[in-house]
């Protein structure tokens, strides 16, 4: 094991026996009784099971998952549907709200994905600066979405009436922090290692197959 995936396994670990970030904020708008939730998926969408991962994207632990959930994701593509919903906890950081907004806002251009990775690939850099937007607005162009749609969307009701749907719905389930992983929309412990994130997978999967 190299130093650095070992500092990075190290982290999860410190930071999942601590609790993870711990969500104490309340949205300061109300949940639209009619209004959905984010819809962005990835691997095989008819399968029974769903992995579900509430993430804020400035969560430091959420950053030490996102290399194993992307393998993970990657290796089980053909079995499994992956889900990801927004748990920006902004009384603790202070563009995770922003940066969940753009990714909604990307998710309406079919870009939801390609924002995602950008933005914990780039997090130890905007989370420095002064205005991350900026640089939320930079990944935008690079992953070639509409400008004026893009900043349309994002500062639009709609996309905060979606991210506060999510947050209601992590509430219900009992989540806490971030990352909250979910199998069938009911929540599970979070898995320490990318190895307990891979056998967390398979049992939900040899689960399934017993019951058909």
């Not at 748990?87 to 922003?98: E, G, K, M, T, V």
């Amino acid at each position: 094991m190299d130093s650095k995936r070992f500092w990075i396994i190290l982290a999860v670990v410190i930071v999942g026996l601590a609790g993870a970030f711990m969500y104490t904020g309340k949205s300061k708008e109300a949940v639209d009784s009619n209004a959905k939730g984010s819809s962005n998926y990835y691997g095989k969408l008819d399968s029974p099971v769903t992995i579900t991962e509430y993430v804020d994207f400035q969560c430091e632990a959420c950053y030490s998952y996102y290399p194993s959930v992307k393998q993970a994701k990657e290796q089980f593509k053909d079995k499994v549907k992956f889900q990801v919903k927004y748990f920006p906890i902004s009384s603790s950081h202070q563009f995770s709200l922003a940066a969940a907004r753009s990714a909604e806002a990307a998710a309406r251009q079919g870009k939801f994905w390609e924002m995602h990775d950008r933005l914990f690939e780039g997090q130890k850099m905007w989370e420095q600066t002064p205005n991350a937007q900026t640089t939320f607005d930079q990944y935008a162009e690079e992953i070639g979405l509409d400008m004026a749609k893009f900043k349309a969307d994002r500062e639009g009701t709609d996309v905060m009436s979606v991210i506060n749907k999510d947050l209601d719905d992590v509430k219900k389930i009992g989540g806490t922090g971030t990352p909250t992983f979910a199998i069938n929309g009911k929540k599970v412990e979070n898995p320490g290692t990318g190895e307990a994130l891979t056998k967390m997978i398979e049992d939900a999967i040899a689960a399934n197959e017993k019951k058909q």
